[in-house]
């Protein structure tokens, strides 16, 4: 695809909608933090952007990573809970 003929398309589509605060980058974001919220690897995620490396895509988007660390807190506690109360 031509990139002019991307972006052309995408403010079509962006004007008819009325999100004028909507830019084309503000999607791959979204893209990148959905993925990463629903528990997708930090490696995949990654690739699919295109990034030479895992520590860019970390220090971009590791926003999201916070929350997945708090469930993975959790997810230890109920274990540890279950096995203290067996």
């Given at each position: 695809m031509e990139p002019r003929n991307v972006n052309r398309r995408?403010?079509?589509?962006?004007?008819a909608a009325g999100?004028?605060?909507?830019h084309l980058h503000d999607l791959r974001h979204a893209f990148a933090t959905f993925?990463?919220?629903?528990?997708?690897?930090?490696?995949t995620v990654?690739?699919?952007?295109?990034?030479s490396t895992?520590?860019?895509?970390a220090d971009t988007y590791?926003?999201?990573?916070?929350?997945?660390?708090?469930q993975a807190t959790s997810a230890i506690d109920?274990?540890?809970?279950?096995?203290?109360t067996a």
């Open positions: 995408f403010e079509q589509l962006r004007a999100l004028d605060w909507l993925l990463l919220d629903q528990g997708e690897e930090l490696r990654m690739e699919l952007l295109g990034h895992i520590r860019m895509t590791g926003h999201v990573l916070p929350a997945r660390a708090r109920r274990l540890l809970g279950e096995k203290g």
